[in-house]
């Protein structure tokens, strides 16, 4: 299914920002945006246009290339505190939610699948992150 025939320009331009608006959020729920979560979401985002179902490959094929300059930029102009930076992005998550479900249910449902993996992604990378450097040592 090729996502863009059945929106607008505009829609899928906005579309692509979803994997970016997905690991701002799993971002905020440590704190800031740090250089390990961008190269991070940066190198999942890469690796999802392989592992993806196949029903998303060109979607993320698509937002892979845009993926760096919208996470740097949704970066800078969403609000710095923390509470206003989380309301922000899911209210933009919700106007997002509304572009895919016009795309059926089949690539709803499969689209919310990926951005939870895509989530817990970013969110494990900063826990693993953070538990190595206070446990440098395996605790058995």
């Known amino acids: 299914m ?24 799993a971002a905020n729920r440590m704190g800031e945006l740090d250089d390990t979560e961008i ?6 985002s890469h690796i ?7 029903l998303l490959t060109e979607f993320y094929e698509e937002a892979d290339k845009v993926f760096e300059d919208n996470l740097l ?6 609000p710095k505190e923390k509470e206003s930076r ?15 479900k016009e795309l059926g249910k089949d690539y709803t449902v499969t ?3 990926s951005m939870k993996s895509f989530t817990e ?10 538990v190595d450097f206070i446990f440098p040592f395996p605790i058995k």
């Open 86 to 100: 989380d309301a922000a992005i899911k209210k933009e998550l919700s106007n997002l939610d509304k572009i895919v």
């Open 121 to 130: 992604h970013v969110l494990n990378a900063y826990h693993n992150v953070l």
């Open 48 to 54: 999802k246009t392989f592992s993806c179902d196949h």
């Open 39 to 44: 190269k991070t979401a940066i190198k999942f």
């Open 73 to 78: 930029q949704l970066d800078k102009d969403l």
């Open 111 to 113: 689209m919310h699948n």
């Open 2 to 25: 090729n996502w863009t025939e059945k929106l607008t320009n505009q829609e899928c331009k906005l579309l692509l920002k979803f994997p970016a608006y997905i690991s701002l959020l």
